[in-house]
Protein backbone atom coordinates (compact mmCIF):
# COMPACT_ATOMS: atom_id res chain seq x y z
CA UNK A 1 0.00 0.00 0.00
CA UNK A 2 1.40 3.47 -1.11
CA UNK A 3 1.71 5.56 2.37
CA UNK A 4 1.53 9.07 0.20
CA UNK A 5 3.93 10.12 2.09
CA UNK A 6 7.76 11.27 1.09
CA UNK A 7 10.63 12.94 3.27
CA UNK A 8 12.95 15.81 1.83
CA UNK A 9 16.03 18.08 2.94
CA UNK A 10 16.68 21.17 1.33
CA UNK A 11 20.30 21.47 1.03
CA UNK A 12 23.39 23.31 2.83
CA UNK A 13 24.01 24.92 -0.86
CA UNK A 14 20.41 25.67 -0.88
CA UNK A 15 19.89 26.92 2.60
CA UNK A 16 23.33 28.78 2.46
CA UNK A 17 22.12 30.43 -0.55
CA UNK A 18 19.00 31.98 1.00
CA UNK A 19 16.54 29.70 -1.22
CA UNK A 20 14.62 27.80 1.59
CA UNK A 21 11.62 30.04 1.87
CA UNK A 22 11.24 29.93 -2.31
CA UNK A 23 11.60 26.24 -2.25
CA UNK A 24 8.86 25.19 0.76
CA UNK A 25 6.32 27.76 -1.19
CA UNK A 26 7.17 25.65 -4.53
CA UNK A 27 6.76 22.47 -2.35
CA UNK A 28 3.60 23.58 -0.98
CA UNK A 29 2.57 25.51 -4.28
CA UNK A 30 2.80 21.77 -5.79
CA UNK A 31 0.24 20.08 -3.16
CA UNK A 32 2.30 18.82 -0.08
CA UNK A 33 1.24 19.47 3.34
CA UNK A 34 4.19 19.64 5.67
CA UNK A 35 3.87 16.90 8.61
CA UNK A 36 7.42 17.11 10.37
CA UNK A 37 9.66 19.63 9.53
CA UNK A 38 13.10 20.94 11.35
CA UNK A 39 15.90 23.18 10.87
CA UNK A 40 19.22 21.51 12.06
CA UNK A 41 22.83 20.84 10.97
CA UNK A 42 24.00 17.26 11.14
CA UNK A 43 27.38 16.38 12.07
CA UNK A 44 29.37 14.59 9.68
CA UNK A 45 28.71 11.20 11.24
CA UNK A 46 24.94 11.81 11.19
CA UNK A 47 25.10 12.98 7.35
CA UNK A 48 27.72 9.55 6.75
CA UNK A 49 24.57 7.52 8.21
CA UNK A 50 22.16 8.86 6.46
CA UNK A 51 23.76 7.82 2.79
CA UNK A 52 25.31 4.97 3.88
CA UNK A 53 23.96 2.93 1.07
CA UNK A 54 26.24 5.49 -1.01
CA UNK A 55 29.32 4.16 1.04
CA UNK A 56 31.19 2.26 -1.48
CA UNK A 57 30.73 4.92 -4.17
CA UNK A 58 33.15 7.21 -5.04
CA UNK A 59 31.05 10.50 -4.05
CA UNK A 60 30.51 9.53 -0.61
CA UNK A 61 32.88 11.19 1.46
CA UNK A 62 32.23 14.61 -0.69
CA UNK A 63 28.49 14.25 -0.48
CA UNK A 64 29.23 13.70 3.97
CA UNK A 65 31.43 16.54 3.62
CA UNK A 66 28.81 18.59 1.85
CA UNK A 67 25.38 17.41 3.61
CA UNK A 68 27.49 18.26 6.94
CA UNK A 69 28.34 21.28 6.03
CA UNK A 70 25.64 23.80 6.94
CA UNK A 71 21.95 23.85 7.88
CA UNK A 72 19.41 22.06 6.69
CA UNK A 73 15.86 21.50 6.58
CA UNK A 74 14.47 17.93 6.93
CA UNK A 75 10.48 17.33 6.13
CA UNK A 76 7.64 14.81 5.79
CA UNK A 77 5.73 15.67 3.56
CA UNK A 78 1.70 14.12 2.43
CA UNK A 79 -0.18 14.11 -0.94
CA UNK A 80 -1.21 11.16 -3.34
CA UNK A 81 1.84 9.42 -4.44
CA UNK A 82 4.05 11.35 -2.83
CA UNK A 83 7.51 9.93 -3.45
CA UNK A 84 6.61 9.90 -7.24
CA UNK A 85 5.03 13.31 -7.31
CA UNK A 86 7.86 14.97 -5.70
CA UNK A 87 10.55 13.23 -7.35
CA UNK A 88 9.01 14.44 -10.46
CA UNK A 89 9.02 17.91 -8.43
CA UNK A 90 12.47 18.02 -7.49
CA UNK A 91 13.62 17.19 -11.09
CA UNK A 92 17.25 14.68 -12.00
CA UNK A 93 20.06 14.40 -9.66
CA UNK A 94 22.14 16.62 -12.17
CA UNK A 95 20.68 19.65 -12.49
CA UNK A 96 21.87 19.80 -16.10
CA UNK A 97 19.19 16.98 -16.98
CA UNK A 98 16.35 18.15 -14.83
CA UNK A 99 13.29 19.31 -16.47
CA UNK A 100 12.19 23.31 -16.97
CA UNK A 101 10.18 24.32 -13.75
CA UNK A 102 11.73 21.85 -11.00
CA UNK A 103 13.46 22.77 -8.23
CA UNK A 104 16.67 21.39 -9.26
CA UNK A 105 16.65 23.26 -12.52
CA UNK A 106 16.15 26.30 -10.76
CA UNK A 107 17.77 26.55 -7.73
CA UNK A 108 21.06 23.48 -7.80
CA UNK A 109 24.29 24.40 -8.79
CA UNK A 110 25.55 20.84 -9.17
CA UNK A 111 25.26 16.88 -9.15
CA UNK A 112 26.89 17.58 -5.75
CA UNK A 113 25.31 20.10 -4.31
CA UNK A 114 20.92 19.79 -5.65
CA UNK A 115 19.74 21.96 -3.82
CA UNK A 116 17.26 18.73 -2.31
CA UNK A 117 16.75 15.06 -1.31
CA UNK A 118 13.50 13.35 -2.18
CA UNK A 119 13.01 9.96 -0.85
CA UNK A 120 13.59 7.21 -3.96
CA UNK A 121 10.91 4.67 -2.20
CA UNK A 122 7.85 4.38 0.08
CA UNK A 123 9.66 2.09 2.52
CA UNK A 124 12.42 4.74 2.44
CA UNK A 125 10.64 7.58 2.64
CA UNK A 126 9.53 5.64 6.22
CA UNK A 127 13.29 5.01 7.26
CA UNK A 128 14.39 8.21 6.40
CA UNK A 129 11.39 10.16 8.33
CA UNK A 130 12.35 8.48 11.80
CA UNK A 131 15.89 8.96 10.82
CA UNK A 132 14.74 12.53 12.04
CA UNK A 133 11.41 12.51 13.63
CA UNK A 134 10.11 11.55 16.56
CA UNK A 135 6.38 10.42 16.67
CA UNK A 136 6.14 13.77 19.23
CA UNK A 137 7.43 15.48 16.43
CA UNK A 138 4.73 14.68 13.52
CA UNK A 139 1.56 14.96 12.46
P1 LIG B 1 18.86 12.32 -3.20
O1 LIG B 1 18.98 10.92 -2.66
O2 LIG B 1 19.73 13.33 -2.45
O3 LIG B 1 17.43 12.77 -3.32
P2 LIG B 1 19.06 11.30 -5.85
O4 LIG B 1 18.18 10.21 -5.35
O5 LIG B 1 18.57 12.11 -7.02
O6 LIG B 1 19.40 12.32 -4.69
P3 LIG B 1 21.31 9.55 -5.49
O7 LIG B 1 21.82 8.68 -6.57
O8 LIG B 1 20.51 8.96 -4.38
O9 LIG B 1 20.50 10.74 -6.20
O10 LIG B 1 22.57 10.33 -4.90
C1 LIG B 1 22.51 10.93 -3.62
C2 LIG B 1 23.22 12.27 -3.66
O11 LIG B 1 24.60 12.05 -3.85
C3 LIG B 1 22.82 13.18 -4.82
O12 LIG B 1 21.66 13.92 -4.58
C4 LIG B 1 24.03 14.08 -4.90
O13 LIG B 1 24.00 15.08 -3.88
C5 LIG B 1 25.16 13.11 -4.63
N1 LIG B 1 25.69 12.55 -5.88
C6 LIG B 1 25.12 11.60 -6.67
N2 LIG B 1 25.86 11.34 -7.75
C7 LIG B 1 26.96 12.14 -7.64
C8 LIG B 1 28.11 12.35 -8.45
N3 LIG B 1 28.31 11.66 -9.57
N4 LIG B 1 29.01 13.27 -8.02
C9 LIG B 1 28.84 13.96 -6.88
N5 LIG B 1 27.77 13.80 -6.07
C10 LIG B 1 26.83 12.92 -6.44
MG1 LIG C 1 18.59 9.10 -3.61
Not at 21 to 30: P, T
Not at 75 to 94: C, M, P, Q, S
Not at 115 to 130: L, R, T, W, Y
Amino acid sequence: MMSNRTFTMIKPDATSKGYTGAILDQIIKAGFSIKAMKWTKLTKEQAGLFYEVHKERPFYPELVEFMSSDKIVAAILEKENAVADFRELIGATNPANAADGTIRKIFAASIGENAVHGSDSDENAAIEGDFFFSKLERF
